[in-house]
């Protein structure tokens, strides 16, 4: 759940005026509440790991039941950390500790220190550090007995760096940008009002989604995928199916993750990586299969369509928070000066408001588009393991199949709705079918809450393998897919022209 984590983290690091703890002395309240709060979590994670250990040491033969357990309850205790620290912002008083205690004198006046508003959400670090190396044991006790080769599971330290590295690049990157300028804003504020600044600030996006690959590979310990047949199948698939990329990459998790994506937007700077376990568990077919999804994503031009459509969205919410600002503060209503009133007194709140909005629009909209989007490539992923003929029933070695990935036959679409099977079984993800009714809606719920950028792992099979016996519907969804894109894109840019006019557009670039 990284982009909900970056949300609520950015939340806590805004400029609010945090309470104060229903408790006196307010201090020791405060710093009291949340560390037995944080000790509590914490003991919730020590609880889940020594059942994992013990029940694997006792029988090892549940290890896929005690897997299926760990991973739900781990991502149930994902929600409670936010919860917990959550309730020690706004209801302990440790909100209100950090912005009281780091406090610097600066041009005769007290100002919260540099950087200092990290310091709010600090209880969720130290919960975050505090589960990695409790769950170490679970997932080493797992490793060992789910059959995974002869491969070592790392030590205790690599596997903190390598949780260190993710949640730095997929996390805390925009969190540090968006504290960076505030700080700035409070230290050197002629600065910060500047066009050349203001520019800069616009550019920061477009710029770190064009680089973010350079970004990647030394902070993820990406490396180049040896010589040998996997790259040249790969090289040789590329080709045909008109490709192009930097290099193809692996990254080494010791079996902890079976996934693939790619990155960058131009030829140039874009890779295409690989996990350690998903190059050893797949079979030859489906992983050509696997690496034309992700062809598919750049083929259809996806990375392009996700940066115009961010950047296109936070302009029109920053203008549209813009002109409910100028209208609330313009208008001479009974009704709304009694709102301008009671605003008034939540003032130092009115920062969280515009967050909320963007977390809820992109969950939906961007959702929708996202989703979309990766079925597109899951029908690419299947044309690039088709043949010509419609009605196929196997392919052998003499096989050929067309340039461009431009046919789609049932073959090819069995070959990767077996990958997505096989990669959800590696990785313990349930079925959302079976059980009692409330049972299976609740599980469809938390299944799609949960895939709510590509969609339940089982939706996605069951569309591919129901097009075996009618392809035909194949171009109907392309062309529904464009119309939709095209209607969206073209919804953004007349609600930025509209809105742009209606604030003025010197005063939107101003409070962008």
Request: with cysteine.
């Amino acid at each position: 759940m990284p982009i909900l984590l970056v949300f609520v983290l950015i939340a806590a690091c805004l400029p609010v005026e945090w309470p104060q703890p229903p408790f006196a002395p307010a201090r020791e309240a405060a710093f009291g509440l949340t560390v037995g709060a944080v000790a509590i979590v914490l003991a919730l994670a020590g609880a889940l790991r020594t059942w994992v250990v013990r029940t694997l040491r006792r029988d090892p033969s549940r290890r896929y039941e005690v897997a299926r357990s760990y991973n739900k309850w781990r991502r149930f205790l994902f929600f409670v950390n936010i919860g917990t620290v959550t309730t020690c912002v706004l209801a302990f008083g440790w909100g209100w500790l950090a912005q009281r205690e780091l406090l610097v004198f600066w041009n005769k006046s007290a100002q919260l220190a540099p950087f200092a508003e990290l310091a709010v959400p600090l209880p969720y670090f130290v919960i975050l550090i505090g589960c990695w190396l409790i769950y170490y044991d679970a997932e080493r006790a797992l490793h060992r007995v789910l059959h995974l080769g002869d491969r070592p599971f790392w030590p205790r330290s690599a596997y903190l760096l390598h949780n260190v590295r993710q949640f730095a690049l997929m996390v805390m990157l925009p969190v540090a940008l968006i504290v960076t300028q505030q700080t700035l804003n409070r230290y050197a504020p002629e600065t910060t009002r500047t066009v050349v600044y203001k520019v800069a600030s616009l550019a920061v996006v477009p710029c770190m989604i064009l680089f973010m690959p350079l970004l990647m590979k030394p902070l993820l310990g990406l490396k180049s995928m040896p010589p040998g047949p996997t790259r040249d199948r790969f090289e040789a698939l590329a080709k045909r199916l008109d490709f192009r990329c930097a290099d193809f990459l692996v990254w080494n998790t010791h079996g902890a993750s079976i996934n693939a994506f790619i990155t960058g937007l131009l030829p140039r700077v874009r890779y295409v990586v690989f996990t350690d376990r998903i190059l050893e568990d797949l079979p030859a077919d489906e992983l050509d299969a696997v690496f034309g999804h992700e062809v598919g994503h750049a083929k259809h031009g996806h990375i392009w369509l996700y940066a115009g459509f961010l950047t296109l969205s936070l302009s029109v919410l920053a203008a549209l928070v813009l002109f409910l600002t100028k209208y609330i503060d313009s208008a001479t209503s009974e009704d709304m000066l009694r709102l301008r009133m009671w605003l008034e007194g939540f003032k130092s709140w009115l920062a969280l408001p515009p967050v909320a909005l963007v977390t809820a629009y992109l969950f939906v909209v961007f959702g929708a588009l996202s989703r979309r989007c990766e079925r597109q490539a899951d029908l690419f992923g299947c044309k690039t393991m088709s043949c010509t003929d419609p009605v196929c029933t196997g392919h052998d070695e003499k096989t050929v199949y067309p340039p461009g990935g431009s046919c789609l036959c049932p073959t090819g679409i069995r070959t990767f709705a077996h990958a997505l099977d096989r990669v959800r079984e590696l990785n313990g993800m349930e079925h959302e079918s079976g059980g009692r009714a409330l049972r299976r809606v609740l599980r469809a719920v938390w299944g799609w809450l949960r895939a709510w950028q590509h969609g339940p792992m089982s939706q996605r099979i069951a569309y591919l393998l129901g097009l075996t016996d009618r392809l035909a519907d194949e171009p109907r969804f392309q062309r529904r897919l464009f119309a939709f894109k095209c209607v969206l894109m073209l919804s953004l840019l007349v609600a930025l022209v509209a809105l742009g006019e209606a604030v003025g557009w010197k005063d939107l670039f101003d409070a962008m």
